[in-house]
């Protein structure tokens, strides 16, 4: 199971901490601060990377019309559980850009619109509770009221989740400026 975002700060630190007890008797004080920071400069670099990628996942669906009009036709459907053509198409895109992004779990994306339409996501085994819960949150308001522009909300606990997460959610709009959902990002 992949280790949610949060953790990585916490485990540079540790070793950080243990680099600064050990190597003093091996390396003088400022090799060891210099190999700190060194450290914590390339964790810097590979949080920066990530969260760009995070956010470049959610703006394809803005920029790339293909994706675009599968979302313009799901919350277009009259259909409200059937997804099964927009959720494959979802589903098979989100997993082929998180093999670059090993830090994100999962992606939903919530109609706007319809509240009562089964939401896409990349994994079947997410609780409904979850998705639910998910609709209420504060990254998912923030990133109504951002108008398109990628938001960031954590740690945040949603349902009967127990682990904190944390988001990415941007509002998605059709090409004519509608606004179809918002796609969350964790």
């Known amino acids: 199971m992949k280790r949610p975002l949060l953790h990585w700060p916490y485990l540079l630190l540790a070793a950080s901490a243990a680099a600064l007890l050990v190597l003093p008797s091996v390396w003088s004080e400022r090799d060891a601060l210099d190999y700190t920071a060194a450290g914590l400069e390339g964790l810097s670099r590979s949080m920066t990377q990530t969260l760009e990628g995070v956010e470049n996942l959610s703006y394809q669906w803005l920029a790339n019309a293909d994706l675009n009009k599968v979302l313009v036709e799901y919350v277009s459907d009259a259909e ?58 504060e990254v998912v308001k923030a990133a109504v009221a951002a108008g398109g522009r990628a938001v960031w909300a954590g740690p945040f606990v949603v349902a009967e989740r127990r682990e904190r997460l944390l988001a990415s959610a941007r509002l998605i709009r059709s090409p004519v400026g509608l606004g179809l959902g918002v796609l969350v990002v964790f």
């Not at 319809?114 to 819960?133: A, M, N, Q, Y």
């Open 80 to 137: 409200l559980y059937d997804i099964s053509i927009p959720g494959r198409v979802f589903s098979n895109y989100i997993e082929g850009q998180v093999r670059a992004l090993p830090a994100v779990e999962d992606a939903v994306f919530l109609d706007l619109s319809e509240p009562r339409r089964k939401p896409l996501t990349v994994r079947e085994d997410l609780p409904v509770s979850f998705v639910k819960g998910l609709r209420d949150t």
